[in-house]
Structures are given as structure tokens and as C-alpha cells.
């Protein structure tokens, strides 16, 4: 429970995922769980939609990027039971929405990365993609797909 009271003491708490589509929130293959693509949803609704560089400044997307990795650790949790069974952060895979000319993707992806390391030290260091896309599902700015390795 450690992991969940220091998402509390940042302001962030864990929802109970629910798919928009047909598909589960995370998948366990022995020791890793993968999990669904998360958007930046807050109470079952996008906090922020549009592209970076119109609709969503750098900042608002970093702050999306983080609400997605939130909602990635909700999806870890419903497939472990609980966060501290987290041994290692391994990749990250993230996609941002974003106008022609907008290339600072991996700077809003900082939002999902600096979180994992500040909740779990140094085993939320991780590989990571940042990819951007003309659109995303709902018009959301940011999604997040994420795999970590879990105790046995």
C-alpha cells in the first residue's frame, strides 16, 4: 500500500479501470503484466482533449502524460492486487497527439516517466517510447501503454 499512499500524498488517486472497447485493462504473462493504452481520463472523462501544440499546451500535455500513468498503475493494480508488488517500471510507450511541427513529445511524455521514479526510485527507471500521432481515440492529447516486471 505504500506505492498507493504516496500517489495520495501527490494529489492522485487510483480509479477503478473501465475499457471503452473490447478489451481488458492489463494482461499478466509470467513475471510482466502489460497493460491497455490510458488516456488522461478523470471520473470517466477526458481531463483534456485536442492536439499539443493548439488545443494543449507542453504543460497540460505533461500533466496528461501523468494522469495516464496513474490510470496505467490502476490497470497494474486490478491485474496484481497491489502496487507494491511492483519489482521493476520496464517500458513505457507513449503517444501524443500533436499538430505539424510540434517535437517535443518526449518532454510531455516527462510527465508518466519523472512520476514512476518518484514513486518507485530507481526501479521506475525504464525504457520508453514517445511517439507522435495525428490523433488519438476521444480527441485526447495523450496515451500511455506500460509493462512492468512483478514479484512472484
Not at 503484466?33 to 470517466?44: I, K
Request: hydrophobic letters at 45%; a neutral charge.
Amino acid at each position: 500500500m505504500r506505492i498507493e499512499q504516496e500517489l495520495e500524498k501527490m494529489g492522485f488517486a487510483l480509479p477503478t479501470p473501465k475499457p471503452l472497447a473490447a478489451y481488458i485493462p492489463a494482461v499478466r504473462v509470467g513475471n510482466l503484466v502489460y497493460t491497455a493504452g490510458q488516456g488522461p481520463n478523470v471520473d470517466g472523462k477526458a481531463l483534456f482533449v485536442g492536439k499539443l501544440g493548439r488545443e494543449v499546451t507542453e504543460e497540460q500535455g505533461y500533466r496528461a502524460a501523468q494522469i495516464c500513468v496513474v490510470n496505467c498503475l490502476a490497470c497494474v493494480k486490478s491485474a496484481i492486487g497491489d502496487l507494491d508488488k511492483v519489482e521493476r517500471v520496464v517500458k513505457l510507450l507513449g503517444f501524443v497527439a500533436s499538430v505539424d511541427g510540434f517535437s517535443r513529445q518526449p518532454w510531455v511524455m516527462n510527465g508518466a516517466s519523472e512520476l514512476l521514479v518518484k514513486l518507485f526510485g530507481e526501479r521506475g527507471q525504464h525504457a520508453r517510447s514517445a511517439i507522435g500521432t495525428n490523433q488519438l481515440p476521444q480527441d485526447i492529447p495523450v496515451e500511455v501503454e506500460m509493462i512492468v516486471q512483478v514479484k512472484d
